[in-house]
């Protein structure tokens, strides 16, 4: 994997996650359980990918090697993206879909409101624009796992057998690395361990208030995704995502 | 018309254009009849999206800035506004994207807000302070009856920009411009 500065490795994070879990939305395209649950989907599935734009801009500035964001998007391979393990996960029953919607959702915020003071104003700039839209989506995700954890018996199983699946991928909002550490001392971005505490503060209420168990935090894991060590569905959702670039290198129409 | 009728009216056009203030008023009045493309009953100037119109090296520049960050009709915004700045007269405009201040719903216009509401959309109710992110909207009166009996059917809508409401008193189902 090719290793860039530590803001460009950052905004890759950043980009690469907003993206991939956009591109995840959008498979429900067509198959949502409701016509307005559809659109909502979709809504959050658009704001996220434009958020990626926004990051893979700037990420592609700084590179500045003739790539741009579109570049970035459809010419890098598996191990070149830095997304989280979480986002990259199938988007199983709709259980699944909102608990990693939720996680997600929860720490973008924490993360996007501590971003908006960034030393970098470019990264304030864009956690600004983005953490309006944000808002909007954990305020339905943590409504969706209120409803589904306090309601019936079968979704209050389901909600609990999907953050069984998803909750060991959460420990990469926790870890620290030289790029978080050395960020995070010039005030790029915000302390991690604070960072933590806040995330979890929201997960445990909403959680409770859904009637779900709150887990122990979520050990360190064989892969990393910011490291380029995905689980295997990455793969397979690039391979989609990217085919029509990687068929017709530079197609407009 | 010949040929040359044409270049001189063109030569005419440019030449005219100076940058002074009587200019970049044209400017702005020619960006006040750019229709936004989803909702075409209001202006970019009326959505308050256009943040600067300047004058520099002989040429207009234009400062823009997105209303949702992966709304799909920037791209198409700008090359609408281009297109209706060249056909004025204005050559070459540049056209830069501004993310800071983010765009809020603040910037819509009282006149957009009307035509808004005369198009069938309820626009933003209140201002854009962190209570109504947080979804403590006050109260969205149906843009057809004007009865403040309603209720959102889901928080997003047709566009990321809306809501879906309803009105309990007419029955009309109408989008609401969310308070970003």
Same mark, same amino acid.
């Given at each position: 994997?090719?290793?860039?500065?530590?803001?460009?490795?950052?905004?890759?994070?950043?980009?690469?996650?907003?993206?991939?879990?956009?591109?995840?939305?959008?498979?429900?395209?067509?198959?949502?359980?409701?016509?307005?649950?559809?659109?909502?989907?979709?809504?959050?599935?658009?704001?996220?990918?434009?958020?990626?734009?926004?990051?893979?801009?700037?990420?592609?500035?700084?590179?500045?090697?003739?790539?741009?964001?579109?570049?970035?998007?459809?010419?890098?391979?598996?191990?070149?993206?830095?997304?989280?393990?979480?986002?990259?996960?199938?988007?199983?029953?709709?259980?699944?879909?909102?608990?990693?919607?939720?996680?997600?959702?929860?720490?973008?915020?924490?993360?996007?409101?501590?971003?908006?003071?960034?030393?970098?104003?470019?990264?304030?700039?864009?956690?600004?624009?983005?953490?309006?839209?944000?808002?909007?989506?954990?305020?339905?995700?943590?409504?969706?796992?209120?409803?589904?954890?306090?309601?019936?018996?079968?979704?209050?199983?389901?909600?609990?057998?999907?953050?069984?699946?998803?909750?060991?991928?959460?420990?990469?909002?926790?870890?620290?690395?030289?790029?978080?550490?050395?960020?995070?001392?010039?005030?790029?971005?915000?302390?991690?361990?604070?960072?933590?505490?806040?995330?979890?503060?929201?997960?445990?209420?909403?959680?409770?208030?859904?009637?779900?168990?709150?887990?122990?935090?979520?050990?360190?894991?064989?892969?990393?995704?910011?490291?380029?060590?995905?689980?295997?569905?990455?793969?397979?959702?690039?391979?989609?995502?990217?085919?029509?670039?990687?068929?017709?290198?530079?197609?407009?129409? | 018309?010949?040929?040359?009728?044409?270049?001189?009216?063109?030569?005419?056009?440019?030449?005219?254009?100076?940058?002074?203030?009587?200019?970049?008023?044209?400017?702005?009045?020619?960006?006040?009849?750019?229709?936004?493309?989803?909702?075409?009953?209001?202006?970019?100037?009326?959505?308050?999206?256009?943040?600067?119109?300047?004058?520099?090296?002989?040429?207009?520049?234009?400062?823009?800035?997105?209303?949702?960050?992966?709304?799909?009709? *920037?791209?198409? @915004?700008?090359?609408?506004? &281009? =297109?209706? /700045?060249? !056909?004025? #007269?204005?050559?070459? +405009?540049?056209?830069?994207?501004?993310?800071?201040?983010?765009?809020? *719903?603040?910037? @819509?216009?009282?006149?957009? &807000? =009307?035509? /808004?509401? !005369?198009? #069938?959309?309820?626009? +933003?109710?209140?201002?854009?302070?962190?209570?109504?992110?947080?979804?403590?909207?006050?109260?969205?009166?149906?843009?057809?009856?004007?009865?403040?009996?309603?209720?959102?059917?889901?928080?997003?809508?047709?566009?990321?920009?809306?809501?879906?409401?309803?009105?309990?008193?007419?029955?009309?189902?109408?989008?609401?411009?969310?308070?970003?």
């Amino acid at each position: 994997m090719k290793k860039y500065d530590e803001l460009t490795e950052f905004l890759l994070r950043m980009g690469d996650s907003a993206l991939v879990q956009g591109q995840r939305l959008c498979e429900w395209c067509g198959r949502a359980p409701a016509l307005e649950e559809e659109m909502a989907l979709m809504n959050v599935g658009l704001d996220l990918v434009g958020q990626a734009r926004n990051w893979l801009d700037y990420a592609a500035q700084r590179i500045n090697d003739g790539r741009d964001a579109d570049m970035l998007a459809f010419r890098r391979d598996e191990r070149d993206y830095r997304n989280l393990l979480l986002v990259e996960q199938p988007n199983g029953d709709f259980a699944v879909t909102m608990s990693k919607q939720f996680l997600y959702d929860a720490w973008q915020f924490h993360l996007l409101e501590a971003l908006t003071e960034s030393a970098d104003q470019q990264v304030a700039a864009i956690a600004a624009k983005s953490l309006k839209e944000v808002i909007y989506h954990l305020r339905r995700s943590s409504e969706w796992v209120e409803r589904l954890g306090d309601g019936t018996e079968e979704s209050h199983q389901r909600m609990a057998a999907a953050i069984d699946t998803l909750w060991r991928f959460t420990f990469e909002f926790q870890e620290t690395d030289a790029v978080v550490d050395s960020l995070s001392e010039s005030g790029i971005i915000p302390d991690a361990g604070a960072l933590k505490q806040q995330w979890q503060q929201t997960v445990a209420k909403v959680f409770t208030d859904a009637t779900l168990s709150v887990p122990e935090d979520a050990r360190s894991f064989y892969l990393s995704g910011r490291e380029g060590m995905h689980t295997e569905h990455l793969g397979i959702l690039l391979a989609e995502m990217q085919f029509l670039q990687r068929a017709y290198p530079d197609a407009s129409w | 018309m010949r040929a040359g009728d044409l270049i001189s009216t063109d030569s005419t056009a440019s030449l005219r254009l100076r940058g002074d203030d009587a200019d970049l008023n044209f400017a702005w009045q020619v960006l006040a009849d750019v229709p936004d493309p989803e909702v075409p009953a209001v202006s970019v100037v009326d959505l308050g999206i256009v943040r600067s119109v300047t004058w520099c090296d002989d040429r207009l520049y234009v400062q823009v800035t997105p209303t949702y960050s992966g709304c799909p009709a *920037t791209e198409f @915004i700008e090359e609408m506004i &281009r =297109e209706a /700045l060249q !056909a004025a #007269g204005f050559v070459n +405009p540049q056209l830069t994207q501004k993310l800071d201040p983010a765009w809020t *719903t603040d910037w @819509i216009t009282a006149e957009g &807000r =009307e035509k /808004l509401r !005369a198009f #069938g959309i309820a626009p +933003p109710t209140g201002s854009a302070s962190k209570r109504s992110l947080l979804g403590e909207s006050g109260e969205v009166h149906c843009p057809h009856c004007d009865s403040s009996n309603t209720r959102q059917l889901s928080e997003f809508g047709s566009t990321a920009c809306k809501a879906l409401y309803r009105c309990d008193d007419c029955l009309e189902p109408f989008d609401y411009f969310k308070c970003i």
